[in-house]
């Protein structure tokens, strides 16, 4: 696939992240097909898509973008909960739904029934092994990793990951188009969470222990990590952001290969999930909320 004949990008889940590689690709001058299970999760997508915290409406407000551009992106975008409807023409098709390897397999696999031979799949994971999620397909050569990062409009990273029978021509082909996408691409090789979620999962479930031992609150730990070691948001709050089950997932999926303790998830992290707080519900729908609902301030 060269990076010139691409004219659709499919991308297979509405959600946050769905909807912000949608708004990504339509931006850079893609049709897109964007699809899910329901209607109602599409059209929420497309609503957020214009007038979210990171979509394009803010983007006219901050002079970014021309208000008469907006309807131009928009229409860019096309909706549909019919996988044959969906894989017509697709040259890229970018998979963002739920952080579940048994999903993801079962949709790939739907995916390479239906999609054109050409049609090339990314898998936007954060830590399940492109290895792993590959052996769905029978176009191995043409399964890569493309891992985006929240707020998708926004953020400039994109890692990208190769599996063990990736070809040259697939990996070199989505460099070039995040490229195209305004986005910075790195290669890093296939293994649990990668570079990036391994040493955020480090990270935040350290965090985690920090507030369950009594060191600090919730409050004075994201406070403390932004004006010591400037990041824009604390952990707690980052992890409202992501989705408290997202963070529950990979870390059980890192933890189960590698059994480094590092990974496992804290226990106040399971009994939020379990008890339906699974994030800020801005980013998470149906949730109850985050860490300072669960346990006040917030």
Same mark, same amino acid.
């Given at each position: 696939?060269? =990076?010139?004949?691409? %004219? &659709?990008?499919?991308?297979?889940?509405?959600?946050?992240?769905?909807?912000g590689i949608a708004q990504t690709c339509a931006q850079a001058g893609y049709s897109v097909h964007l699809i899910d299970v329901k209607r109602e999760l599409?059209?929420?997508?497309?609503?957020? &898509?214009?007038?979210? !915290?990171?979509?394009?409406?803010?983007?006219?407000?901050?002079?970014k973008l021309k208000e008469g551009q907006v309807n131009e992106i928009m229409n860019r975008i096309k909706t549909t909960t019919d996988y044959n409807e969906f894989c017509k023409n697709t040259d890229l098709v970018i998979?963002?739904? @739920?952080e579940d390897a048994e999903l993801k397999k079962k949709v790939f696999k739907l995916l390479d029934g239906k999609c054109p031979e050409k049609t090339v799949f990314a898998s936007n994971t954060s830590g399940i092994m492109i290895t792993e999620l590959a052996v769905a397909v029978k176009r191995k050569d043409k399964f890569v990793g493309m891992h985006w990062f929240n707020p998708a409009p926004a953020m400039p990273l994109i890692e990208v990951v190769r599996g063990p029978l990736t070809?040259?021509?697939?990996?070199?082909?989505?460099?070039?188009?995040?490229k195209k996408l305004g986005k910075t691409p790195i290669e890093v090789k296939d293994g649990p969470g990668f570079y990036t979620t391994r040493f955020i999962t480090a990270y935040l479930f350290?965090?985690?222990?920090?507030?369950?031992?009594?060191?600090?609150? =919730?409050?004075?730990i994201d406070e403390m990590t932004k004006l010591a070691f400037?990041? @824009?948001?604390? !952990?707690?709050?980052?992890?409202?952001?992501?989705?408290?089950?997202?963070?529950?997932?990979?870390?059980? *999926? =890192? *933890?189960?290969?590698?059994?480094?303790?590092?990974?496992? @998830? !804290?226990?106040?992290?399971?009994?939020? &999930?379990?008890?339906?707080?699974?994030?800020? @519900?801005? *980013?998470?729908?149906?949730? %109850?909320?985050?860490?300072?609902?669960?346990?006040?301030?917030?």
């Open positions: 696939m060269k =990076i010139e004949n691409v %004219k &659709v990008v499919g991308v297979v889940g509405a959600g946050i992240m769905g909807r599409l059209e929420k997508a497309l609503k957020l &898509v214009k007038e979210g !915290p990171f979509g394009l409406m803010t983007l006219v407000e901050k002079g998979e963002a739904v @739920p070809s040259e021509e697939t990996l070199n082909f989505i460099i070039a188009i995040s350290e965090a985690i222990r920090l507030f369950e031992a009594g060191i600090a609150d =919730i409050e004075g400037r990041h @824009p948001m604390g !952990p707690f709050e980052l992890m409202d952001l992501i989705g408290l089950d997202t963070m529950l997932h990979i870390g059980e *999926y =890192i *933890y189960n290969i590698t059994k480094e303790t590092q990974y496992k @998830p !804290p226990l106040t992290l399971r009994k939020l &999930v379990l008890s339906e707080y699974i994030g800020d @519900p801005k *980013y998470k729908i149906g949730s %109850k909320g985050g860490w300072r609902t669960f346990f006040g301030g917030g």
